[in-house]
């Protein structure tokens, strides 16, 4: 099984500043990671994903996450955050699918951090 | 491509009536549909995962009887709250599993707001 801690709930900041979302991750079996982002009463949109090879992943709207696995943890971040960012982000786990059997191939959520940008 | 769209996006019904939330992938098929609810200012929580064809298999604590899946089709899974109640007023999420070669993605509807008075 595997679980996924989002350590701050909530995070403000002022526009064009830099803004990191931490994530920590613990896990029995090998995961994929990806970070997701909510705007007010939609679905989910993939922000981006490791899967393997470099550490460093970039995806979409700036963002970018550097897994780090003798920290377990997956961090978010932006250089420069912009009004539009404002949003809840949530990181997530899992196995890769046919890897492993039970429940470590569904996504796993963290409980989401509520980006703020103030101007 | 890879868009997943939910009907309806917002429902209010009165207590004890049943719900029907449809789930589609319109431009892939979908062997894999996953259901999950979300209550207000917290994560997702997997309800159940839907295969085409067979019978869903449901979360712990999830009641089945409550919260009927079908996956009929590859590209349609539809979730009905029978005899919904308030507690059952939440924000719900459909997501489709695409195999795109070696790896498998999920892709998120945009949810349902359920309200039961």
């Known amino acids: 099984a595997q679980s996924v801690t989002q350590l701050d709930s909530q995070v403000p900041v002022f526009e064009e500043a830099p803004v990191e979302l931490r994530c920590n991750y613990s896990?029995?079996?090998?995961?994929?990671l990806f970070w997701y982002v909510q705007y007010p009463n939609q679905g989910l949109q993939l922000l981006l994903k490791?899967?393997?090879?470099?550490?460093l992943v970039k995806g979409i709207n700036g963002f970018e996450a550097e897994f780090n696995k003798s920290q377990t943890s997956f961090h978010l971040r932006k250089p420069s955050v912009h009004i539009s960012d404002t949003a809840e982000y949530f990181c997530?786990?899992?196995?890769?699918?046919?890897?492993?059997?039970?429940?470590?191939?569904?996504?796993?959520f963290g409980k989401g951090t509520l980006l703020t940008v103030n101007p | 491509g890879a868009v997943v769209s939910q009907h309806p996006s917002r429902v209010i019904c009165k207590s004890g009536t049943s719900v029907k939330i449809e789930c589609r992938s319109l431009d892939f098929q979908a062997t894999t549909m996953f259901w999950y609810r979300q209550f207000p200012k917290q994560s997702l929580m997997l309800m159940a995962t839907?295969?085409?064809?067979?019978?869903?298999?449901?979360e712990q604590g999830v009641e089945k009887d409550k919260f009927l899946i079908n996956h009929a089709s590859l590209t349609l899974s539809t979730l009905t709250v029978t005899s919904a109640h308030p507690e059952d007023s939440s924000f719900y999420i459909c997501?489709?599993?695409?195999?795109?070669?070696?790896?498998?993605?999920?892709?998120f509807g945009p949810g349902t707001r359920l309200t039961v008075l």
């Open positions: 490791y899967l393997s090879g470099s550490t």
């Open positions: 896990s029995s079996v090998s995961v994929y």
């Open positions: 839907s295969n085409e064809g067979s019978k869903a298999t449901y």
């Open positions: 997501s489709a599993k695409r195999t795109h070669r070696s790896y498998n993605e999920q892709f």
């Open positions: 997530a786990v899992r196995a890769p699918w046919g890897n492993s059997g039970g429940s470590n191939y569904k996504l796993t």
